[in-house]
């Protein structure tokens, strides 16, 4: 991976073999990004998104394997407790065009990625909230 910072934005270039999710982590805290908004597109051939079930309250994965385009990945990188956190949504086209996506687990990238990381000015933590089960923004 390689990045560069331009004042409130910093764009960033995956490689090979590597995993999304932790490299997305790594610049976070390498550039001590508190709050910012994440854009990126590229390929993967081995990633896992997941869909948010509100009867069971958790997320049910889905594993797709074999070379993907990633049509878009968005999402937001914060803070819970202070600490890092990111909450990201990828949605990937196979060969014969069909779509699937969903909330981002981990994406090993088959060729590059391609993201743009927009830094906002400030700080939006989370909180758990027990009766909807998900990490909620606390402002």
């Given at each position: 991976?390689?990045?560069?910072?331009?004042?409130?934005?910093?764009?960033?270039?995956?490689?090979?073999g590597?995993?999304?999710?932790e490299?997305?982590?790594q610049?976070?805290?390498?550039e001590?990004?508190?709050l910012?908004?994440?854009?990126?597109?590229?390929?993967?051939?081995?990633?896992?998104?997941?869909?948010?079930d509100?009867?069971?309250?958790?997320y049910?994965?889905?594993?797709?394997?074999?070379?993907?385009e990633?049509v878009?990945?968005?999402g937001?990188?914060?803070?819970?407790?202070?600490e890092?956190?990111?909450?990201?949504h990828m949605?990937?086209?196979?060969?014969?065009?069909?779509?699937?996506?969903?909330?981002l687990?981990?994406?090993m990238?088959?060729?590059t990625?391609e993201?743009?990381?927009?830094?906002?000015?400030?700080v939006?933590?989370?909180?758990?909230?027990?009766?909807?089960?998900?990490?909620?923004?606390?402002?």
């Amino acid at each position: 991976m390689e990045y560069k910072r331009f004042g409130n934005t910093v764009v960033v270039r995956m490689d090979k073999g590597e995993e999304i999710v932790e490299q997305v982590k790594q610049v976070a805290l390498k550039e001590n990004i508190k709050l910012a908004q994440v854009s990126a597109l590229g390929a993967t051939n081995d990633f896992e998104v997941g869909l948010f079930d509100t009867q069971k309250m958790q997320y049910l994965p889905n594993h797709f394997t074999g070379d993907h385009e990633i049509v878009s990945l968005t999402g937001t990188i914060n803070t819970m407790n202070g600490e890092y956190y990111s909450h990201l949504h990828m949605s990937a086209a196979g060969k014969d065009g069909s779509v699937v996506g969903g909330h981002l687990k981990r994406a090993m990238i088959s060729v590059t990625c391609e993201m743009v990381i927009t830094l906002i000015d400030g700080v939006v933590d989370r909180e758990f909230v027990a009766e909807l089960g998900l990490n909620q923004f606390k402002f």
